[in-house]
């Protein structure tokens, strides 16, 4: 594994001096930056930003759409010595208004429709406006050192409520070059982002490497793959629930895949009949990895030279996996089921207002909340999650925060939302619901179409049904394992 740069801005720099003319990022519909002018615009984004933000440390969030004006935001943000909030653009503006109050953020680099959801608490700029980027870089870089941190990036955690965890230059540019190694990447690669968002990940990867990367907007899957082949692409990335919907397309046996050597997933597991399916019509390996925002993000990475049906793969470069028993944390041999542990350089430096180091334990390991096993060659197959979220299209979804909003209508009394298996998308929102007046199937849809109206889509309830009342523990916990059971009954049974 190549050394990684020492701060994560060093990244454009470092491709720009190597290839100035070759293609950094474009897009399907025409926008492209060379390394040179990638690095352009981070400078003068950087001295931008300074102007707006303050000084090094302030907290500046960024809307990950995928174009290249995020690349330049993100890394001017970094140059400036700022740290990064990467914002899912689909959040509606409760969510958005938390997220930012709960980093810190006094500045918000947004499209313009999010930016009027803000309101007037935190300044906003449009992320496309040229005026952002096009200043004089400066050549006074405020330092940052590689244990400083360089992004937050909010998940849920076990209860559901949003964690910031916090990563680190050393994280993310280790991370880097762990990615480059395991997908097998070099300046000649060319990188396809089949995404809904722009992932750090796959951005500091590719310039780590040299390679271009191709953003593919288009969410028709048809589309991805003619974009694909035009671009001479040599690395397909796409999530599970659009890999899966591939999958079973009537055309499938239409669609090719000319230059593309490897298939990546990552995200949520994809399922062993998709996988499988597109390897065979491809001909290549269809790989899926495994990892957290703790751990910035990636862990395990499937094999291109011996892939295995269902599994994440070994660790990638300085990781370390083990797998403990739930009950008692001793460590189980190959072919056991426990909790995924995982120790390594990307580990983050903590959560938002906790101490350094406070998640881990004292060998340094971090206990995912993940259930899984490791057979006998060091590859990681993952079984379940411990943790009441779950994924929907790739999007974590906490039960708790739907719940917030039920709550919140005028015909719901009690509630609880449980996940509910779902062909392509993983998992969909189900919810139990205890209403004043009115169990009829008619009451209970418009409740759930007045409920989502508020909500992104991936968090809207795709079933719900009436209950007398909500199991919880003695302490006032809902039971969910229960309300799965019931939910299924009263699905199986018409109810």
């Known amino acids: 594994m190549r050394e990684p740069v020492a701060r994560l801005d060093d990244l454009t720099r470092q491709a720009s001096v190597a290839d100035p003319d070759g293609v950094a990022v474009r897009t399907d519909r025409g926008d492209s930056l060379t390394f040179a002018e990638l690095e352009r615009r981070v400078g003068g984004c950087a001295t931008r930003i300074r102007s707006l933000a303050g000084g090094p440390g302030a907290v500046v969030a960024i809307t990950s759409v995928l174009h290249p004006d995020f690349a330049v935001a993100y890394f001017g943000a970094l140059r400036a010595g700022n740290v990064v909030v990467p914002v899912n653009p689909l959040l509606r503006a409760e969510g958005l208004a938390r997220l930012v109050a709960a980093s810190g953020a006094g500045l918000v680099l947004t499209t313009p429709e999010i930016a009027e959801q803000l309101g007037d608490g935190v300044p906003a700029l449009d992320l496309g406006d040229r005026a952002l980027w096009d200043a004089e870089p400066s050549a006074d870089v405020p330092a940052a050192g590689p244990d400083d941190v360089a992004s937050v990036h909010f998940t849920s955690g076990t209860t559901g409520a949003p964690k910031g965890v916090r990563q680190t230059h050393r994280n993310l540019a280790v991370n880097a070059a762990q990615t480059v190694h395991a997908h097998g990447l070099d300046s000649s690669s060319v990188t396809l982002n089949h995404l809904p968002t722009y992932h750090p990940m796959h951005l500091n990867s590719a310039l780590f490497a040299g390679a271009e990367q191709v953003l593919a907007t288009d969410p028709d899957l048809a589309a991805s793959l003619r974009t694909a082949n035009e671009a001479r692409a040599t690395r397909y990335y796409s999530l599970p629930m659009r890999l899966s919907r591939l999958a079973v397309r009537p055309d499938l046996a239409d669609l090719r895949l000319e230059t593309v050597e490897a298939v990546f997933s990552g995200g949520s597991a994809l399922p062993v009949p998709a996988a499988r399916a597109l390897g065979e019509h491809f001909g290549i ?47 189980l041999g190959s072919g056991e089921r426990g909790e995924i542990q995982v120790r390594g350089p990307q580990l983050m430096k903590g959560y938002l207002g906790e101490p350094d180091g406070a998640a881990l334990d004292s060998e340094g390991w971090f206990a995912t909340g993940d259930v899984g096993q490791v057979d006998e060659d060091g590859c990681l197959f993952v079984v379940d999650r411990l943790k009441d979220v779950f994924k929907c299209d790739n999007w974590l979804v906490s039960p708790q925060e739907i719940e917030r909003v039920l709550l919140g209508h005028p015909d719901v009394t009690d509630c609880a939302v449980v996940d509910h298996p779902d062909r392509f998308s993983g998992g969909v929102a189900a919810a139990l619901v205890v209403t004043r007046s009115g169990e009829g199937q008619e009451t209970l849809d418009a409740i759930a179409a007045d409920v989502n109206s508020g909500l992104p889509y991936y968090q809207h309830i795709r079933h719900i049904r009436a209950v007398d009342e909500i199991a919880r523990s003695g302490g006032g916990k809902i039971r969910r394992q229960d309300l799965r059971r019931l939910f299924d009954d009263l699905i199986a049974t018409g109810d």
């Open 285 to 331: 390996p269809v790989l899926q990895g495994y990892g957290l925002a703790e751990t910035a993000p990636m862990t395990h990475c499937g094999s291109r030279t011996r892939p295995k049906e269902g599994s994440c793969g070994p660790p990638v470069p300085l990781t370390e996996c083990r797998i403990v028993d739930l009950t008692t944390g001793k460590a």
